[in-house]
């Protein structure tokens, strides 16, 4: 009767853990310039607006009305889809910094689609600044390399999956009278139960990641970056449109505290860049 008790009270846990990583968003396939999906034809927002339109919009090369199809999408719900459709019609329109900073929020929603990570990295190769990355050590690189394998949603569902076979292999080591059986379940069960784990912690950083977004997209021409949060600060450096950089200060309503990706430090007006 414990051993029972102790296998409930494990699961309990563990679906309780799966539900609160779990993200909220769900990647959909990519098909051709633009993704879409399958039933996007009855998919009606408002009146005559539906993605449709956009798609319509952006196959017969009116970037922009395909950009206010899509913009007022977004209102009604976030999609990496939307986001990069969105981004696609920014880069044809010549307005790389957005582009950018759609393909960005796409790749957030969904870090394992290849087609997002191609059109960021062809919008990137337009912009001005080329700074050298100071690179992650190998397991941080590592680390970030495997959980970019897939979306929230999916590690969460590997996670339960995983959890399910831990429970399977554990009743099979508790209750099965071969040693051999006993031997093979307990491995399987510390495999899958390690597995479940780093699941759902990748789930939850990237979960994490969407919610407290720390990174943004300078979308002016061009800024100087200062040495304090005011005109009369030293100049340190210029950024123009389209540089990636690292919210560090958020405090302030006029002024945020930058780092770029050498490692140097700044501030910029708040209205020259965008949350990501």
Known sequence: MKKIKFIYSILFFFIFLSANVQGEFNPDSVTGDLMMTEEESVATVEGDITKTLGDSAYIQEDYKKAIT????????????????????????????????????????????????????????????????????????????SVMNLAGTDDWGIYGILFFVCFLVSLAIFIFS?????KKGGFFCAILCLCLCLVSNIFAFQQKKSIIQRSHAIILSPSVTVRSTPNESGNTLFILHEGHKVKIKDNSMTEWKEI???????????SGVLEII
């Open 259 to 269: 780092m770029i990706e050498d490692g140097n430090v700044g501030w910029v007006p």
């Open 69 to 144: 199809v899509y913009e007022y999408l977004l209102t009604e719900g976030v999609s990496s889809e939307i986001y990069y459709n969105l981004g696609n019609s920014y880069y044809k329109d010549d307005n790389i910094a957005r582009a950018i900073l759609n393909y960005e929020r796409a790749l957030l929603l969904n870090p394992a689609n290849k087609d997002i990570q191609a059109n960021l990295e062809i919008a990137q190769s337009k912009t001005i600044d080329k700074v050298e990355v100071v690179p992650d050590l190998f397991f941080v690189g590592w680390f970030k």
């Open 177 to 181: 009278g071969r040693v051999s059986l």
